[in-house]
């Protein structure tokens, strides 16, 4: 009878150990791997960056900025 009880538990710890893989294998299917992620974040960027979509008016902003300090840099160069 002591042989029945551990063959019981063996089968009952297999059954679980099986479902336990299963579970693995469908959340692996519903998942990207995060190098995929990564490397597709980093191309849209590239994307974006070549097309200047998102482009927020940065580059006037970071223009007018330095031509409200080149005045600045003439005087200082005049002295």
Do not use: C
């Not at 009878?1 to 089968?11: A, E, S, T």
């Amino acid at each position: 009878m002591n042989i029945d009880y551990y063959k019981q538990g063996i089968d009952e710890l297999i059954g679980e150990f099986i479902e336990t893989i299963e579970n693995i294998k469908n959340i692996q299917k519903d998942k990207e791997l995060i190098v995929d992620v990564v490397e597709k974040v980093a191309n849209d960027w590239h994307v974006q960056k070549q097309t200047g979509l998102g482009d927020d008016g940065y580059e006037k902003e970071f223009e007018q900025l330095l031509l409200e300090q080149q005045p600045h840099d003439r005087d200082s160069n005049q002295v």
